[in-house]
């Protein structure tokens, strides 16, 4: 598996277009859409990665990550007592082709936050329509259910990885081998061979 940094506006457009033409049924959307503004910020202040299966096939799943002194994370809640912002980063628009491959996609997130040596992981899965949650086992619920800002028919909820129970995260992503490019271009890892399991230390 490659993960990719998504750098040039052809790149964007290309994952675009690939998100666009797959239907419902083959494209799971794990966090709430974002609206124009929002994207423009996090294309300024952010990063966005791709999943590829390798060098010739199209992506199959993405998000974006910014760091909360960059820019203020989706919702108020959770108060993030006791973590540096520019140690924590916000996962957003993620998203995947197969169920599978959301835990492809933590993997790399894992290696990336071992690599930026980050304190806190927190994302806002969807809980309505499609519960996601449940795909986060490594993560605490953070917030109780929260309206989305950008659709008042979808709900989401907070939910954090942090400290011990994110270094344990790491450590297992890490172990069986990497390969990253300066800059964090790019970074190549096994595809796992089995559902990511729920190992909080706590």
């Known amino acids: 598996m ?5 750098s040039s506006d052809e790149d964007r457009a290309e994952i675009a277009r690939v998100r666009s033409v797959m239907s419902g049924h083959n494209r799971h959307e794990v966090t709430a859409h974002l609206g124009a503004s929002t994207l423009a910020i996090h294309k300024q202040y952010g990063r966005s990665y791709a999943l590829f299966q390798s060098i010739d096939q199209a992506p199959v ?4 990550i910014h760091s909360l002194d960059m820019y203020a994370q989706a919702h108020s809640e959770p108060v993030l007592t006791g973590l540096a ?7 957003s628009e ?3 082709v197969t169920r599978h491959k959301i835990n492809s996609l ?8 071992g690599l930026d040596q980050l304190d806190g992981l927190l994302i806002y899965p969807t809980i309505k329509p499609k519960n996601w949650t449940i795909e986060f086992l490594q993560f605490h619920r953070a917030t109780e259910p929260l309206i989305s800002s950008q659709n008042n028919d979808v709900w989401v909820q907070g939910m954090l990885l942090r400290d011990a129970d994110l270094r344990l995260a790491v450590q297992r992503a890490m172990e069986p081998g990497f390969d990253v490019q300066s800059g964090l271009v790019s970074i190549t890892f096994g595809a796992l061979k089995s559902e990511i399991r729920d190992f909080r230390s706590s």
């Open 2 to 6: 490659e993960l990719r940094l998504i």
């Open 61 to 64: 799943g993405g998000f974006s």
């Open 85 to 91: 912002p520019n140690k924590v980063v916000e996962i």
């Open 94 to 96: 993620l998203w995947s």
């Open 106 to 113: 933590l993997n790399g997130v894992f290696i990336l936050s």
